[in-house]
């Protein structure tokens, strides 16, 4: 089947413009998460959905960042008022709950690089 | 912050040649999973470890979970073209649902 999917896969902002990033993920996955890369690093934890409820923010750099599931499938992060630190690789991932000892196996989709300029 | 460190950093190898890298934690972790990225895509699960001990294969691919859950190394076999990328590990536990990703180890492997 199909894995995640994000769009666009290349954003270029300037400096001040909002922007809204898309990730579709893989069905029947109610497990959603969002991941920041920034050049050479690996993936930094900001945000996660369990359905519709978003159950920890807490990687959130700003109150300019800002992530619905409203359906419990697709999500939106929005990033208002873009500033050059923003610049980066954006991933969404979608997982099936395996149990307690097992945790959460996660499929990354393509990400989304954003240049703001 | 990062909370695992990842070695090394970057490995040149020739094809055929065996690879090791390796993970280590201060803290410990109930979940060890293997990714590996390519240029411009996301990272892909290779493997996943669960139990303090086990040794786990994917291929020519074979990881382990330390006996302490503070350490995994991944090791690749007879190395070839297409395992250029970067391998990361990553954690997490029963409590915390994201996963903390080492800072990555960058693979060449020269013909």
């Known amino acids: 089947g199909a894995g995640v999917s994000q769009s666009p896969r290349y954003k270029v902002a300037k400096r001040g413009q909002d922007v809204a990033l898309r990730c579709d993920p893989i069905s029947g996955h109610v497990s959603l998460f969002w991941y920041q890369q920034a050049l050479g690093q690996g993936p930094e934890f900001l945000t996660y959905f369990q359905n519709e409820a978003q159950l920890d923010k807490s990687g959130l750099p700003s109150d300019r960042f800002f992530a619905e599931r409203p359906e419990g499938s697709v999500s939106t992060l929005k990033i208002q008022r873009t500033q050059q630190e923003d610049s980066a690789v954006y991933l969404c991932?979608?997982?099936?709950?395996?149990?307690?000892?097992?945790?959460?196996?996660?499929?990354f989709g393509p990400g989304t690089r954003l240049t703001v300029t | 912050g990062q909370q695992l460190n990842q070695s090394p950093q970057s490995m040149f190898i020739q094809e055929g040649e065996d690879v090791s890298m390796n993970c280590t934690s201060s803290s410990i972790f109930n979940t060890w999973l293997w990714y590996k990225q390519d240029p411009g895509e996301g990272p892909v699960l290779l493997i996943a470890?669960?139990?303090?001990?086990e040794l786990t294969s994917n291929g020519r691919l074979t990881a382990q979970f330390g006996i302490t859950r503070k350490d995994s190394f991944l090791n690749i076999s007879a190395s070839i073209p297409s395992d250029v990328g970067i391998y990361f590990c990553a954690v997490s536990s029963g409590s915390a649902r994201q996963l903390t990703f080492g800072s990555g180890t960058q693979l060449t492997v020269l013909p």
């Open positions: 991932a979608s997982s099936l709950y395996l149990g307690y000892d097992r945790g959460y196996e996660q499929y």
């Open positions: 470890l669960y139990k303090a001990g």
